[in-house]
């Protein structure tokens, strides 16, 4: 009897883990050089995690790889950390709406869709994120005010991360290690 | 494989908090990062604080922990600094005194405390035995496998990447990426970049050789593990105490409380 064909295949959940990885180690990396929160190491921060997301993206070109991807992380950040227990619902909500505008937009096959779908997930979860630091940090509500600037400035650098993450895309199907 | 024979990190020794279950370790960072949303008043969490202090106090690394206190400590002043500071250049802004700024830094203290326990005392295998433990499906477990398997492997990568920028004469520091972001951005994210991808091709070939994920699961799975996991008296008196704790912040929160603060309503 036949068996069934699974949906993911082994070796894009293995690239699913592994940029999972990258994207936790890479935002720590910028935290510890760059010197704390600075405006600077905000934006590189973020830039860093959309362009990982866009090349993940154009690796695995499957309804789900978006959510997935971002449930991974959330997952592992609970498990390990704790503190990620409160982004997951902004988390996953952003995925989802963004995985659906993708699909609107005609699927992952598009470029551009994929770039859209990722600077879209990037601004409701940032929205989400200001609210969750409310929860924190309410009883500082000027903090809250700071933290929006702070998540504001990680925005513009999420913006520049999805042209870096189509440039660096353009030179990794140059070095033949993206095919499609 | 390289990602396979990582060698595993240090762990606490063998104190009362070393030998807790993963889960149980799990479970009390879970309840904890859930308590500290809902606890407002300094008391309260000034409680919690402490209490998990002694906890993370077991494991014996009196260095990580007072580093990481240090760096909070040093936090919580510049934010009182950067506070006086808005309160001079905009006089709207209500003066909050430094004890009620104290309260988002207490929030962390506890998570720190609980997560460095996790940190410290778990071994990569037990945590990836624990995660199986959950009974995940697939396509959720090997992904969040592979993350936890590909972290201490990767950071060795990112050692040898900035060995290599040294060797051509750049040096990764705050400075240098003030000066020459572009640059930043282009010596760090691309070796990163072309690492990852080549470790995720070949990690992702090597487990369908292997036939990883064949028989998750299932009747016909009979792989145990090396070291299984077992829940012990230990681990239910550790769950009862956290219990008690939580409800004893509890009444110094109802009894104690103070309203929130701020220039919002």
């Known amino acids: 009897m036949k068996k069934k064909q699974p949906y ?3 070796r894009e959940l293995v690239v699913i883990g592994v940029f999972a990885a990258v994207t936790k180690v890479s935002s720590i990396l910028v935290a510890l050089v760059g010197g704390g929160m600075n405006p600077l190491s905000l934006i590189l921060k973020n830039l860093l995690f959309t362009t990982l997301t866009i090349v993940l993206l154009y690796k695995v070109r499957k309804i789900g790889a978006l959510t997935l991807f971002l449930f991974v992380n959330v997952i592992v950040s609970m498990l390990l950390m704790g503190g990620g227990l409160f982004l997951i619902p902004p988390m996953i909500v952003a995925g989802l709406a963004a995985e659906g505008l993708i699909l609107a937009l005609g699927g992952y096959q598009k470029s551009i869709n994929l770039m859209i779908g990722v600077g879209f997930y990037d601004l409701l979860f940032k929205a989400g994120s200001v609210g969750v630091s409310w929860l924190y940090m309410r009883e500082q509500q000027e903090m809250v005010i700071m933290s929006a600037i702070i998540v504001g400035i990680g925005y513009i650098g999420a913006l520049m991360g999805l042209f870096t993450g189509a440039l660096f895309v353009k030179e990794l199907r140059h070095a033949c290690i993206i095919r499609s | 494989m390289h990602v396979l024979f990582v060698a595993e990190p240090r762990t606490g020794g063998s104190g009362f908090v070393s030998g807790l279950d993963v ?13 500290v949303i809902f606890f407002k008043s300094c008391g309260s969490l000034g409680f919690l604080t402490l209490a998990t202090l002694v906890y993370v106090l077991d494991l ?3 260095k990580v922990v007072s580093l990481c206190y240090v760096a909070i400590c040093l936090m919580w002043l510049l934010s009182i600094g950067f506070m006086g500071l808005i309160c001079t250049m905009i006089p709207m802004v209500p003066v909050t005194d430094p004890v009620t700024m104290l309260i988002p830094f207490l929030r962390t203290m506890v998570m720190l405390n609980t997560v460095l326990v996790l940190a410290l005392s778990s071994r990569i295998q037990t945590l ?7 009974k995940l499906p697939i396509w959720l477990y090997i992904p969040s496998a592979v993350m936890i398997r590909f972290i201490p492997s990767f950071i060795k990568d990112i050692r040898q990447i900035h060995e290599t920028m040294r060797i051509r004469g750049y040096s990764l520091n705050p400075i240098f990426i ?22 995720a091709d070949d990690l992702g070939v090597a487990a369908e050789l292997k036939g990883v994920g064949y028989g998750y699961f299932t009747e016909n799975n009979k792989i145990k593990s090396y070291t299984p996991l077992i829940f012990q008296l230990n681990d239910a008196v550790t769950l009862g ?23 919002l309503p």
């Open chain 2, 178 to 199: 003030f000066r020459h972001p572009r640059l930043s951005v282009r010596l760090m994210a691309a070796p990163i970049m072309f690492r990852a991808l080549r470790s």
């Open chain 2, 241 to 263: 105490v956290t219990l008690l704790l939580l409800i004893a912040a509890g009444v110094i929160q109802a009894v104690w409380g103070t309203d929130t603060t701020g220039m």
């Open chain 2, 60 to 62: 014996g690394r009196y």
């Open chain 2, 23 to 35: 889960r149980t370790k799990i479970l009390l960072s879970l309840s904890m990062s859930v308590a």
């Open chain 1, 8 to 10: 993911w295949e082994m």
């Open chain 2, 128 to 134: 990836l035995t624990s995660l199986k433990s959950f």
